[in-house]
């Protein structure tokens, strides 16, 4: 949880899902398209990035919080390899491969720094319904 309330303001989610959005404007193309096996390999790897921390943001502990995030930042590095692949295989540009991998770097940096965070502060105490595993009374 770490005191965010929803994952969408985490800035290591908002920087992650521009990466998955960035790659997701690349594997549209029909050259990305013929090749479909790396297609999904990179399309899997940029939904990787932003899927894990919003799962992560479920954990009430700190620690498997930051277990989440870096895989999501293993994930955004894996993306960085696959787009040098494209890169090499003129499925895009030196321009459009420097703007990515700045974004991936961005993203990584940000799950780095959340990480650092998540392992420095204490968790937050579990709701009541949480510890005695009932379900939350409507509102």
């Not at 090749?35 to 919003?54: E, M, T, V, W």
């Not at 895009?92 to 990584?108: F, N, V």
């Not at 998540?118 to 579990?126: G, N, V, Y």
Request: charged residues 25%; aromatic residues 8%.
């Amino acid at each position: 949880m770490a005191g965010f309330r929803d994952f969408r303001e985490i800035v290591a989610w908002q920087l992650a899902h521009q990466l998955k959005l960035r790659v997701d404007l690349f594997v549209c193309s029909p050259d990305f398209r013929r090749h479909y096996k790396f297609c999904d390999q990179l399309s899997d790897a940029a939904r990787s990035g932003p899927r894990n921390i919003a799962e992560g943001h479920a954990r009430y502990k700190h620690k498997e919080f930051a277990q989440f995030v870096r895989v999501a930042k293993g994930s955004e590095c894996e993306v960085i390899n696959h787009l040098i692949d494209a890169h090499d295989q003129r499925l895009i540009t030196t321009d459009e491969l420097a703007i990515a991998e700045q974004l991936a770097k961005r993203a990584m940096q940000a799950a780095t720094g959340l990480i650092t965070y998540l392992e420095s502060t204490p968790d937050q105490p579990m709701p009541p319904y949480v510890a005695k595993g009932k379900k939350p009374e409507p509102s």
